[in-house]
Antibody
Framework: QITLKESGLTLVKPTQTLKLTCTVS??????????VGWIRQPPGKALEWLAL???????RYSPSLESRLTITKDTSKNQVVLTMTNMDPVDTGTYYC????????????????????WGQGTLVTVSS | SSELTQDPAVSVALGQTVRITCQGE??????VSWYQQKPGQAPVVVIY???DRPSGIPDRFSGSRLGHTASLIITGAQAEDEADYYC???????????FGGGTKLTVL
């Protein structure tokens, strides 16, 4: 059974750095074809994809946020960490950790990945 | 702005069929996945690939694609289908993922 759980400070001040940890179970971060990513949702607004890290440590970032984001993984701890610098009130929202895989077997990194398991999400508030 | 475009709101009478669309040039190259989100809950994937449903998703949910437009079709909509629906796919570069702006489905 695959599960993902987000953790981290939920109240940050403007200009501070946000660090969120996703602890996963039921799969290995080094299994071929696996990706773990982050998606956020401001209150009352649409989902926004932020970043994804593949099993081989390849990383992808949202172009609009790339300069502020870093995604890493620690396979031994079953954790994926997202850091976002220079936080602003507009970054307030629910941040989800997701498991992703290609629809094809064997997986093809340029294939059609989708998000099949989601964490419960953590609400991050940016306020002074 | 999103590279995937959805209608903000759609309504359907109980038991009728509704189509929720998603437009974007990247859909010519990549499959779309569809997510249902109910208030206060994390999204759930309902369709991925050509028109695959995860286990537990009712068969009244299906998908289609024609050119740069993908559709989520609910045949015989139920009250519990009232939710926000988001499409997702890779962007035109293939290096990133994007969501549509979401469609709020109301079941009358």
């Amino acid at each position: 059974q695959i599960t993902l759980k987000e953790s981290g400070l939920t109240l940050v001040k403007p200009t501070q750095t946000l660090k969120l940890t996703c602890t996963v179970s039921g799969f290995s971060l080094s299994t071929g074809g696996v990706g773990v990513g982050w998606i956020r949702q401001p209150p009352g607004k649409a989902l926004e994809w932020l970043a994804l890290i593949f099993w081989d440590d390849d990383k992808r970032y949202s172009p609009s946020l790339e300069s502020r984001l870093t995604i890493t993984k620690d396979t031994s701890k079953n954790q994926v960490v997202l850091t976002m610098t220079n936080m602003d009130p507009v970054d307030t929202g629910t941040y989800y950790c997701v498991h992703s895989k290609d629809i094809m077997t064997p997986p093809y990194k340029w294939g059609s990945y989708y998000f099949d398991y989601w964490g419960q999400g953590t609400l991050v508030t940016v306020s002074s | 702005s999103s590279e995937l475009t959805q209608d903000p709101a759609v309504s359907v009478a109980l038991g009728q069929t509704v189509r929720i669309t998603c437009q974007g040039e990247s859909l010519r190259s990549y499959y779309v996945s569809w997510y249902q989100q109910k208030p206060g809950q994390a999204p759930v994937v309902v369709i991925y690939g050509k028109s695959d449903r995860p286990s537990g998703i009712p068969d009244r949910f299906s998908g289609s694609r024609l050119g740069h437009t993908a559709s989520l079709i609910i045949t015989g909509a139920q009250a519990e289908d009232e939710a926000d629906y988001y499409c997702n796919s890779r962007d035109s570069t293939g290096n990133h993922w994007v969501f549509g702006g979401g469609t709020k489905l109301t079941v009358l």
